[in-house]
């Protein structure tokens, strides 16, 4: 659609890649279902589809306005994250290259590279991404050929100056690929900032109400989007079309929700961080947060709906995360209905014992858009009875 660069981002998410139908007027896209479609003629393509594991209405429609609320030029949508991240280390590296990840990045992430790829010989490090210093000299060292980060990142919320590691990486030779899955496009667009591919996984906040599970790449460079098209067409592992088509209901409302989970996360941090049964508040939004003066700078709308808390004790956590009515003890982040999870034996069950391994104490948020003092007064509760 040729107006979609003037169009401000909530705009663009609703009218970007579909003006409703031609032959009947449907304000809503269809789904297309068809495995496959009709050629008028040997090679006559309608649209450029011919079987869907190549393009389909619906994926290409997610693809257009993904990419467009990145700001970027090419958007490629996988059947999950995962599938998202791994065709962007098979495209971008080869036996002998290397990833250099932030210590904190999701642990399937780094369980990707470690456990998957490096049979094929890539392997990975990691250092912490909240010291540039550490960051540079990683480079210089391990000389890899991906920089990957997370900002903020999870589950402590670090910030991490987008511009500065995309300056060191290239400097280094290196590519930034950032997984921007936590602030969204609402609030940040890394390859504005200088990153080279943006990922996520769509089935948190782009989607949005935890029924689907699908991951997107955007990036700008033609070459590096034909090799990840060619991974869509010759591996498979794409959206589907009623998981493409959720996604793009879901980002309809994209803006308004990330404006509401930034919302009651601020007033949830605020009030927590004067609770004395809260020993520390992690939210990017708080004052005392170290690297709030750079959230600023980079996510200048909101400060995101993630949260964690570090509490007196192991059992106190626990308790804590077993006892919350309204905050639902699952995986996952990003939906409309809150969250709770307990990192250490949860999303970061895979880093235990390792130097990636999560404090006992620390229990992550996903804060949903309910209204702030229901779920306020939640936690309170299950704070009284874990103590
Ligand atoms: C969930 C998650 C992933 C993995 O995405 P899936 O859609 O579950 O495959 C990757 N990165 C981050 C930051 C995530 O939260």
Not at 250 to 278: F, P, Y
């Amino acid at each position: 659609m040729s107006s979609d660069e003037k169009w401000g981002f909530s705009t663009r998410s609703i009218h970007v890649g579909y003006e409703s139908d031609p032959s009947t007027g449907a304000v809503t896209p269809p789904i297309s279902l068809s495995s496959t479609f009709k050629q008028d003629g040997i090679g006559g393509f309608r649209g450029g589809f011919e079987y869907s594991r190549g393009g389909n209405p619906n994926r290409n429609m997610y693809e257009e306005i993904v990419a467009s609320l990145e700001q970027g030029k090419h958007g490629l949508a996988f059947a999950s994250g995962l599938a998202a991240e791994d065709a962007i280390i098979r495209v971008l590296l080869k036996p002998g290259g290397s990833v250099l990840m932030a210590n904190d990045v999701y642990g399937g992430s780094h369980r990707l590279v470690s456990r998957i790829h490096s049979e094929w010989g890539v392997s990975v490090s990691t250092t912490d991404f909240s010291d540039l210093s550490k960051i540079e000299a990683a480079i210089a060292e391990r000389k890899p050929d991906i920089v990957w980060l997370e900002t903020p990142s999870n589950p402590l919320l670090k910030v991490t100056d987008l511009a500065e590691v995309s300056k060191l990486a290239h400097a280094g030779g290196a590519l930034l690929v950032a997984d921007n899955t936590f602030a969204t496009p609402y609030l940040q667009q890394p390859l504005t900032l200088g990153a080279d591919v943006v990922v996520h996984s769509a089935t948190k906040y782009l989607s949005g109400h935890s029924d689907s599970l699908t991951g997107v790449v955007v990036l700008n460079d033609d070459d590096i989007a034909n090799k990840l098209r060619f991974q869509q067409f010759a591996a498979g592992a794409i959206a589907s079309p009623f998981d493409s088509w959720l996604t793009v209901r879901g980002i309809r409302t994209l803006g308004i929700r990330v404006e509401k989970h930034s919302e009651n996360a601020l007033k949830i941090a605020k009030t927590l961080s004067s609770d004395s049964r809260v020993k520390e508040v992690f939210y990017p939004g708080l004052e005392s947060h170290p690297g709030h003066e750079l959230a600023k700078r980079q996510m200048p709308l909101g400060f995101g709906g993630m949260l964690s808390l570090r509490l007196e004790n192991e059992n106190v956590a626990r308790k804590v995360a077993e006892s919350t009515v309204l905050f639902q003890l699952a995986e996952s982040l990003g939906g409309v209905e809150s969250l709770m999870c307990y990192p250490s034996e949860m999303t970061h069950a895979s880093v235990k014992g390792t130097e990636l391994a999560v404090d006992p104490a620390i229990i992550r948020l996903s804060v949903g858009i309910e209204n702030a003092e229901d779920l306020l007064a939640d936690i309170d509760s299950a704070l009284t009875k874990a103590s």
